[in-house]
């Protein structure tokens, strides 16, 4: 399947400082990525979907000042926690769509991301 | 509001034991039931995309079928590096909506 890379895999930071989170397409070109969030023995919920070239859209609930979504190319969307407070810790995971495969449905993952905010 | 509801929660199989995993659904438009396989710490790896009812895909020890309500995953003689998360999915539009997943433990 397509390769998706994730990083950092882990991040710690102190409370009130970003953190940027990278996704990346490796073989093939994404014109969609999402972003997860997953807190233990939950189900991932989607934070928002990152298109390349324009704005992402949030889910409700999704503070858009908070976590800043870029996707500036068709190989790399960007996550930024912003103002991190210990209640973002958490395991975020971004997926993307291979344009390739024109009408497939299928959204491959990359490794997550541990962030504690301390 | 589409909902999914995996059972059970978590599964503890004996080595060669064969059993199956349920997700259950309720949207309005399914365009696709995937499942995935979690291991800790790591992002969803991708086994099986559904379209239809009666659909059918098998991958080595996994059998994913789909009816109009819900998916099976059935796990024939299963080893313990089949021990992991999985996940059920569907997705409506263009966004996937997971369940809570099964938590699956083989033990040799």
């Known amino acids: 399947g397509a390769v998706v890379s994730q990083h950092p895999s882990r991040v710690i930071c102190k409370s009130g400082t970003s953190v940027k989170i990278e996704c990346r397409s490796l073989?093939?070109?994404?014109?969609?990525m999402f972003w997860y969030r997953q807190f233990p023995k939950q189900s991932l919920m989607l934070m928002a979907t990152?298109?390349?070239?324009?704005?992402?859209?949030?889910e409700q609930g999704v503070e858009k000042d908070k976590f800043l979504i870029n996707h500036a190319s068709l190989t790399l969307s960007t996550l930024t926690v912003t103002s991190a407070h210990p209640e973002d810790s958490s395991f975020y995971i971004c997926?993307?769509?291979?344009?390739?495969?024109?009408?497939?449905?299928?959204?491959?993952f990359g490794q997550g991301t541990r962030l504690t905010v301390v | 509001e589409d909902q999914v509801t995996q059972s059970p929660e978590a599964l503890r199989l004996q080595e060669g034991e064969s059993s199956s995993l349920n997700c259950s659904y309720t949207?309005?438009?399914?365009?696709?039931l995937f499942w995935y396989r979690q291991d800790p710490g790591k992002g969803p790896e991708f086994l099986f995309t559904?379209?239809?009812a009666g659909e059918e895909k098998e991958k080595e020890r996994l059998k994913a079928t789909l009816t109009k309500k819900e998916s099976f995953l059935h796990i024939t003689a299963p080893k313990p590096e089949d021990s992991a998360t999985y996940l059920c999915?569907?997705?409506?539009?263009?966004?996937?909506?997971f369940g809570k997943g099964t938590m699956l433990l083989v033990s040799p």
């Open positions: 997926s993307a769509r291979d344009l390739s495969k024109g009408g497939s449905t299928e959204a491959f």
């Open positions: 073989d093939f070109q994404a014109t969609t």
């Open positions: 990152s298109n390349e070239g324009s704005k992402a859209t949030y």
């Open positions: 949207v309005s438009g399914l365009r696709g």
């Open positions: 559904l379209y239809s």
């Open positions: 999915a569907v997705q409506v539009y263009s966004t996937l909506t």
